[in-house]
């Protein structure tokens, strides 16, 4: 597959949950692919995340939130996606009834969901939005939702605050943040805010099997439900 900005992706299919998903082959390569494109003078581009290719893998985080949706009813609940990715949580969301809406800024975004959604016979729709600084646009065009989902997010050391407040405009009155968590060292201050903020979190694990994992092993993976 041809990137949006000019190399190409190697790519490899994965089950996961009953769904075909069309993923990067190797993360670390197509990093290496996309340093040589940019070449000595432009690496720091590599890791920017407009240009780098870390929405193109299936992270643990998304796989647990995945397992946990599937005990959730969403029947007709209208829900939004930040930061999606590849968007596993958003193919289960509409297995399961619900409306959703995915959202993610990379470029190659699309190129995935567009040939994912084909293979799975699945269609939902996909918005460009950078959730951390669009939320007035986002208001506006798309409302507001009763259920917000996230899969690892807390990985920059952004101010909590603004992460828990930019979450909640998003949501109904009433409505619910659902987010995934490896174990990021930003998780405890990001419950605090959230917590100052009037949202009490409840909390469990899913366990990742071990063939769905890079390193091959088994991991927990940790679950905060947020509402006021």
């Known amino acids: 597959m041809k990137s949006n900005h000019g190399f190409t992706y190697k790519l490899k299919t994965l089950s996961v949950l009953g769904f075909e998903m069309t993923s990067l082959f190797d993360l670390d390569e197509s990093i290496d692919t996309l340093c040589e494109f940019f070449g000595e003078e432009n690496q720091d ?3 920017n995340e407009e240009y780098c290719p870390y929405f193109g893998v299936l992270w643990e985080a998304g796989i647990g939130l995945s397992q946990h949706l599937t005990q959730v009813d969403l029947k007709d609940k209208k829900v939004l996606e930040i930061g999606c990715g590849l968007a596993l949580p958003s193919f289960l969301v509409t297995k399961m009834g619900g409306d959703i809406i995915a959202t993610d800024f990379h470029a190659d975004v699309p190129l995935f969901l567009e040939l994912n959604q084909k293979n799975n016979a699945i269609k939902f729709p996909y918005r460009v939005m950078n959730w951390r600084d669009e939320i007035e646009r986002t208001k506006s065009d798309l409302g507001l939702f009763d259920l917000v989902i996230g899969s ?3 990985y920059e050391s952004q101010h909590p605050m603004q992460v828990a407040k930019a979450l909640i405009a998003f949501l109904k009155p009433g409505g619910k943040i659902l987010l995934s968590d490896p174990g990021r060292a930003y998780i405890q201050k990001f419950i605090t805010s959230m917590n100052e903020c009037g949202y009490k979190e409840k909390f469990t694990t899913q366990i990742v099997s071990a063939e769905l994992t890079p390193k ?3 991991r927990d993976i940790f679950i905060f439900e947020f509402s006021s």
């Open 45 to 47: 581009n590599s890791l």
């Open 216 to 218: 091959n092993k088994s």
């Open 152 to 154: 690892d997010i807390l």
